[in-house]
C-alpha cells in the first residue's frame, strides 16, 4: 500500500506534521510556550526546529510531515510557510528561509 | 376467490414484498460514505447499513476534499502532498488519473450535472483551479483574493461560493462564465453550509467564521449577514483544551431534507442541529474529540461526523439525535461524502 510505500521512501523516525491538513488557517499569531512532542516523535535539532516548535505547533499537530517527504521541494516548503504566514504564523523573513532550508533537508524528495 | 386462487394471490403479494425489500436494501447498500483521513494516505468507504469500513482507496498521502460524481461513476479526491486530484474507480478503489494542481490544494466541489470539479487552492497567493470531468485536464485556474479553504456549488448548480481564511473573503462567481459576481469580506472564512428555496435557487450561505463558536447566516438575495449564531456552551471543564486552530466551530452541513442546520463544535466536542428556516436550537449530540466534518444519507436518517482527535467518526441518528456508533478510521478524519453508486456498480 502506498501509505507503507511513502513511509518507506521517507524514513524518518517519526515525526511531525499536520502542517497541512487542516492548513486552513489559524487566526491566533501569538506564540506560546512549544508543547512537547508525542511520545516517539523525534525531529532532528537545528534552528528550523526551534522556529517549527514555536510557530506551527500552535496550531498543527505535526504528525502527517513525513507524508510530504516524496513530494515537497525547497520551494514547496518555502510556499507552505509563506502561506502560513499570511495565515497568522509569528515567522519573519530570515526565519522562512531557515524554516524552508529545514523542512527541505529532513522532509524533501532527496531525503 | 377460491381458496387456491386466494393462496397464489397471497403468493404473489409476498414475493412482491420481498422483491421490494431486496430492492430497497440493495438501493441502500449502494450509499457509502467518504471519509478522508487527513494526516493518514488513504480514504474510507463505510456501508451505512452496517457501518462497517467496506472499502480503502490507498495511495492518497493527506487528502483533503472529496467529491463523487453525480452518477456514483468516479470519486474525485485532493491530495495536498502531492498537489494534485486524484481520480478514483469505485470499483476497483484505484486511482486511475492524477491531475497536477497550480500549487496545494483544500477542498473541492462538483456542479450537479457533473462536469467540472473546482479545487480551492490554498497556498499564496490563492485561486480555484477548474477540472474538465470529460477530458479530466485542468482547463483553467482562477485568480481569486487569498487562498481557498473550502468552496461549495450552490445546489442549482449556478454558483460557486469560495472561502478564503488568510484573505478574509467570501467570493461567488458564476458557474458559467467562472467569474466573480460578488463578494463578502471581512471575516476569516472557514466551512459553509447551503440552503435553497423550494424552487432550488439559493436561499441562504452559512459561514463558519475564525474566532466564533457559530455561524453567520448570509442571505442571498440581499447579500448581507442577517443573523449571527452563536453556539451553546458546556462547564469549562468539559471543553476540548485546545485553540482549535482558529476555528471552534469547522464542520457545517444541511440536512438532504432541508429541514434542519447541522454545526459542529471542536470546543465542546458535540454537534448542534437547529431548525430551518427559523433556526431554532433542537438539540445537541455529543461526539469524539475535534468533530469536524460532517455529511448525511440522503434519505435524512443518519449523521456522520468527522472526529479529527478520536480517529473515528460518529454515526447520529438524525430522529433521535443519539450517537449509533463511533467507527474508528484512519488518523485525522476530517472532509468526508457520500457516493451514490449506480446500479451497475
Given at each position: 500500500m502506498a501509505s507503507s510505500s511513502c513511509r518507506a521512501r521517507s524514513r524518518k523516525s517519526g515525526l511531525l506534521l499536520?502542517?497541512?491538513?487542516?492548513?486552513?488557517?489559524?487566526?491566533?499569531p501569538a506564540r506560546r510556550p512549544a508543547p512537547a512532542f508525542e511520545p516517539g516523535v523525534d525531529l532532528p535539532a537545528g534552528r528550523g526546529r526551534e522556529i517549527l516548535m514555536a510557530s506551527c505547533l500552535n496550531c498543527h499537530?505535526?504528525?502527517?510531515?513525513?507524508?510530504f517527504a516524496a513530494f515537497y521541494t525547497r520551494d514547496s516548503w518555502r510556499t507552505l510557510v509563506l502561506t502560513m504566514k499570511e495565515h497568522g504564523?509569528?515567522?519573519d523573513g530570515a526565519e522562512i528561509e531557515v524554516l524552508a532550508d529545514y523542512l527541505a533537508q529532513y522532509f524533501g524528495p532527496a531525503t | 376467490m377460491n381458496r387456491s386462487m386466494r393462496r397464489s394471490h397471497a403468493s404473489v403479494v409476498l414475493v412482491g414484498l420481498v422483491l421490494t425489500h431486496l430492492a430497497m436494501a440493495e438501493a441502500q447498500a449502494q450509499i457509502r460514505l467518504l471519509q478522508t483521513n487527513s494526516t493518514d494516505t488513504m480514504v474510507h468507504l463505510i456501508d451505512?447499513?452496517?457501518?462497517?469500513?467496506?472499502?480503502e482507496i490507498p495511495?492518497?498521502?493527506?487528502?483533503?476534499g472529496v467529491a463523487a460524481a453525480p452518477d456514483g461513476s468516479r470519486i474525485y479526491v485532493s491530495g495536498e502532498a502531492e498537489t494534485a486530484l486524484k481520480i478514483v474507480d469505485?470499483?476497483?478503489?484505484?486511482?486511475?488519473k492524477t491531475i497536477p494542481l497550480s500549487a496545494r490544494p483544500n477542498n473541492i466541489s462538483i456542479t450537479p450535472d457533473g462536469k467540472k470539479v473546482y479545487v480551492g487552492i490554498i497556498a499564496a497567493p490563492g485561486a480555484i483551479d477548474v477540472i474538465d470531468t470529460a477530458t479530466l485536464e485542468k482547463v483553467k485556474t482562477i485568480a481569486v483574493p487569498g487562498g481557498i479553504h473550502n468552496l461549495y456549488v450552490t445546489p442549482d448548480g449556478k454558483h460557486l461560493v469560495a472561502g478564503s481564511p488568510a484573505g478574509r473573503r467570501l467570493t461567488v462567481l458564476d458557474?458559467?462564465?467562472?467569474?466573480?459576481v460578488w463578494a463578502w469580506e471581512g471575516e476569516a472564512i472557514r466551512p459553509m453550509t447551503i440552503s435553497a428555496n423550494a424552487d432550488g435557487s439559493t436561499d441562504k450561505v452559512f459561514v463558519q467564521v475564525a474566532g466564533h463558536h457559530g455561524f453567520v447566516v448570509l442571505d442571498w438575495d440581499s447579500r448581507k449577514e442577517v443573523a449571527r449564531i452563536t453556539q451553546p456552551d458546556v462547564p469549562p471543564k468539559e471543553?476540548?483544551?485546545?485553540?482549535?486552530?482558529?476555528?471552534?466551530a469547522h464542520g457545517i452541513g444541511v440536512a438532504p431534507d432541508g429541514k434542519t442546520l447541522w454545526s459542529t463544535s471542536r470546543m465542546n466536542s458535540h454537534v448542534y442541529v437547529y431548525s430551518l428556516p427559523d433556526l431554532e436550537l433542537i438539540g445537541g449530540v455529543r461526539t469524539g474529540t475535534d468533530p469536524d466534518w460532517i455529511a448525511f444519507t440522503p434519505d435524512s436518517k443518519r449523521a456522520y461526523v468527522a472526529n479529527a482527535v478520536s480517529n473515528t467518526v460518529s454515526v447520529i441518528d438524525m430522529e433521535t439525535l443519539r450517537e449509533v456508533t463511533q467507527i474508528p478510521v484512519g488518523k485525522g478524519p476530517k472532509r468526508n461524502g457520500i457516493i451514490q453508486l449506480s446500479s451497475s456498480q
Amino acid at each position: 500500500m502506498a501509505s507503507s510505500s511513502c513511509r518507506a521512501r521517507s524514513r524518518k523516525s517519526g515525526l511531525l506534521l499536520a502542517l497541512l491538513a487542516a492548513f486552513g488557517a489559524c487566526t491566533t499569531p501569538a506564540r506560546r510556550p512549544a508543547p512537547a512532542f508525542e511520545p516517539g516523535v523525534d525531529l532532528p535539532a537545528g534552528r528550523g526546529r526551534e522556529i517549527l516548535m514555536a510557530s506551527c505547533l500552535n496550531c498543527h499537530e505535526l504528525s502527517a510531515l513525513p507524508l510530504f517527504a516524496a513530494f515537497y521541494t525547497r520551494d514547496s516548503w518555502r510556499t507552505l510557510v509563506l502561506t502560513m504566514k499570511e495565515h497568522g504564523a509569528d515567522v519573519d523573513g530570515a526565519e522562512i528561509e531557515v524554516l524552508a532550508d529545514y523542512l527541505a533537508q529532513y522532509f524533501g524528495p532527496a531525503t | 376467490m377460491n381458496r387456491s386462487m386466494r393462496r397464489s394471490h397471497a403468493s404473489v403479494v409476498l414475493v412482491g414484498l420481498v422483491l421490494t425489500h431486496l430492492a430497497m436494501a440493495e438501493a441502500q447498500a449502494q450509499i457509502r460514505l467518504l471519509q478522508t483521513n487527513s494526516t493518514d494516505t488513504m480514504v474510507h468507504l463505510i456501508d451505512p447499513v452496517t457501518n462497517a469500513i467496506v472499502g480503502e482507496i490507498p495511495g492518497i498521502p493527506v487528502a483533503h476534499g472529496v467529491a463523487a460524481a453525480p452518477d456514483g461513476s468516479r470519486i474525485y479526491v485532493s491530495g495536498e502532498a502531492e498537489t494534485a486530484l486524484k481520480i478514483v474507480d469505485p470499483h476497483t478503489l484505484r486511482v486511475i488519473k492524477t491531475i497536477p494542481l497550480s500549487a496545494r490544494p483544500n477542498n473541492i466541489s462538483i456542479t450537479p450535472d457533473g462536469k467540472k470539479v473546482y479545487v480551492g487552492i490554498i497556498a499564496a497567493p490563492g485561486a480555484i483551479d477548474v477540472i474538465d470531468t470529460a477530458t479530466l485536464e485542468k482547463v483553467k485556474t482562477i485568480a481569486v483574493p487569498g487562498g481557498i479553504h473550502n468552496l461549495y456549488v450552490t445546489p442549482d448548480g449556478k454558483h460557486l461560493v469560495a472561502g478564503s481564511p488568510a484573505g478574509r473573503r467570501l467570493t461567488v462567481l458564476d458557474t458559467s462564465t467562472d467569474t466573480e459576481v460578488w463578494a463578502w469580506e471581512g471575516e476569516a472564512i472557514r466551512p459553509m453550509t447551503i440552503s435553497a428555496n423550494a424552487d432550488g435557487s439559493t436561499d441562504k450561505v452559512f459561514v463558519q467564521v475564525a474566532g466564533h463558536h457559530g455561524f453567520v447566516v448570509l442571505d442571498w438575495d440581499s447579500r448581507k449577514e442577517v443573523a449571527r449564531i452563536t453556539q451553546p456552551d458546556v462547564p469549562p471543564k468539559e471543553r476540548y483544551d485546545s485553540n482549535y486552530n482558529g476555528a471552534p466551530a469547522h464542520g457545517i452541513g444541511v440536512a438532504p431534507d432541508g429541514k434542519t442546520l447541522w454545526s459542529t463544535s471542536r470546543m465542546n466536542s458535540h454537534v448542534y442541529v437547529y431548525s430551518l428556516p427559523d433556526l431554532e436550537l433542537i438539540g445537541g449530540v455529543r461526539t469524539g474529540t475535534d468533530p469536524d466534518w460532517i455529511a448525511f444519507t440522503p434519505d435524512s436518517k443518519r449523521a456522520y461526523v468527522a472526529n479529527a482527535v478520536s480517529n473515528t467518526v460518529s454515526v447520529i441518528d438524525m430522529e433521535t439525535l443519539r450517537e449509533v456508533t463511533q467507527i474508528p478510521v484512519g488518523k485525522g478524519p476530517k472532509r468526508n461524502g457520500i457516493i451514490q453508486l449506480s446500479s451497475s456498480q
